[in-house]
Nanobody, 118 residues
């Protein structure tokens, strides 16, 4: 399973940005999909997740500002970010829990940098 993330970049505080992440490979089904972020050597933190049924969960710091969605047919998860502030600057990683022919496992994208300038 491979995850290809796109989007990210530089944005001014108060602005918006969108991320997307597509899963490819020998996938039988995808369960949870989501986004995490990491700053420097700090622990990776949850940003948002969405279940196969469409239930969403957000980290406290992004609640009300970010929206996670998915297109199951395209095996793609999206993250719409608004009202960005410098504290949102991080490398964002997409995550997928996918079932293949042999196992159910976690998969991670390569990370995409989001930089919010003040």
């Amino acid at each position: 399973v491979q995850l290809q993330a796109s989007g990210g970049g530089l944005v001014q505080a108060g602005g918006s940005l969108s991320l997307s992440c597509a899963a490819t490979g020998n996938i039988v089904s995808i369960q949870g999909m989501g986004w995490y972020r990491q700053v420097g050597g700090k622990q990776r933190e949850l940003v948002a997740r969405i279940s196969s049924g469409g239930n969403t969960f957000y980290g406290d710091s992004v609640q009300g500002r970010f929206t996670v969605s998915r297109d199951s047919a395209k095996r793609t998860v999206y993250l719409q970010m608004s009202s960005l502030n410098p504290d949102d600057t991080a490398v964002y990683y997409c995550n997928v829990v996918a079932l293949t022919a042999t196992r159910l496992d976690d998969y991670w994208g390569q990370g995409t940098l989001v930089t919010v300038s003040s």
